[in-house]
């Protein structure tokens, strides 16, 4: 063999041996759409008349092209939730999952089901956050309106749904549809799977037309009032959430409560009561977490207030604001947490004058 032919070869093997793109890995794509880039919607356009500074201003979307993929003949590692076609993983099917996990997954015939080859079809619809309430709304919700304008009529790949899960299942239209449940650490055989962008995250930071749609039909669908009917300021309680937690939130839910607020945690409520409940939002003011993608059942020009802690500094609420047309302001919340971390408790509490301070502050920009 030629040193060429021995280069060619090696080159081969490392090919057939590495991660697949969506591209390489569909038999068919399909533009969904190709949603352009926005600036922030803020109060004030991000500079109050005092000299206070949104947190993300300057902010802006991402420009890019959302797509539908075929994927035929693939495996779903179900603790990824990569997929892999011809033993290879199909790289772009991770949402935030460490490279070289992904780049070493393989196809294991011990952990490997078949009981679903006999669907035709198979949509997928989540990401591994699969009990996060905000990656549902933004990755789940508009995967399902995306299939129900187009008329599917095939089935779902789901993780064991909780009752607010199957409540948006319903919603649109699939409670029929054949289910595929699937368990962390199984991997399961798919005949012909239809993949979209919005499951892997890919809209999470632009302003889609598509998701806003698929939220204003949704809302009006389960009764939302009108916009000159909205009549509530809202403060959302974290309350037992464990990720991010502060200190004194009781304290600050008290002072918003005497100052006018309506307190709630979201997750009392049905989905279709949360979007009743929000669509009357004249206001909403809350700390970032999965409650905030309540704000997707806002009415345009509602005013979102986001206490956003230093060690997690996250525009994903103002993503969703801009795309529903909500005036967004968010402070910077100090919590003596060194550098990014998604889950730590505060080390501080909430300096809860000002933060009610701001509150009223903004109210004069409620319309």
Not at 51 to 60: E, H, M
Not at 157 to 184: C, D, R
Not at 199 to 207: H, Q, T
Not at 338 to 367: C, I, M, W
Request: charged share 20%; with cysteine.
């Amino acid at each position: 063999m030629t040193f060429f032919k021995f280069i060619m070869s090696k080159l081969k093997r490392q090919s057939e041996q590495s991660s697949l793109t969506l591209a390489q890995a569909s038999s068919a794509v399909t533009e969904l759409e190709a949603p352009v880039s926005y600036p922030a919607l803020m109060v004030e356009g991000g500079v109050l008349p005092d000299g206070s500074r949104s947190v993300f201003y300057g902010w802006q979307s991402k420009a890019l092209t959302l797509r539908q993929y075929i994927l035929s003949k693939v495996v779903l590692d179900r603790s990824l939730m990569v997929f892999l076609k011809n033993g290879h993983p199909v790289a772009e099917t991770s949402y935030l999952q460490p490279p070289d996990a992904v780049a070493a997954l393989t196809v294991r015939p011990g952990d490997l089901s078949k009981e679903f080859l006999k669907e035709p079809v198979m949509a997928a619809s989540f990401d591994h956050w699969d009990i996060n309430f905000f990656h549902w709304v933004r990755h789940s919700v508009p995967t399902f309106f995306a299939l129900r304008e187009a008329q599917y009529k095939g089935g779902f790949i789901l993780p064991y749904l909780q009752p607010w899960q199957a409540e948006t299942l319903k919603m649109n239209g699939f409670e029929n549809a054949p289910q595929a449940t699937t368990h962390h650490g199984h991997q399961y055989a798919f005949k012909q799977v239809i993949y979209t962008d919005y499951v892997r995250g890919l809209a999470d930071f632009s302003v889609s037309p598509l998701s806003a749609r698929a939220y204003h039909t949704l809302v009006a669908e389960a009764g939302g009032c009108k916009p000159d009917e909205r009549d509530l300021f809202i403060f959302i309680e974290r309350g037992s959430a464990s990720n991010r937690a502060m200190p004194n939130e009781a304290e600050l839910t008290e002072a918003m409560r005497e100052a006018g607020f309506t307190v709630v945690r979201p997750e009392t409520l049905s989905v279709a009561g949360q979007m009743r409940f929000f669509a009357r939002a004249r206001m909403v003011v809350g700390s970032l977490g999965a409650a905030m993608a309540n704000v997707a059942w806002c009415h345009p020009g509602t005013v979102v207030y986001e206490l956003v802690p230093a060690h997690h500094q996250n525009p994903c609420t103002l993503a969703l604001t801009t795309q529903m047309g909500l005036l967004y302001w968010g402070d910077l919340i100090e919590t003596g947490v060194e550098g990014d971390n998604h889950t730590a408790a505060s080390l501080r509490g909430f300096d809860v004058p000002a933060v009610v301070g701001r509150a009223k502050q903004l109210q004069q920009y409620v319309v």
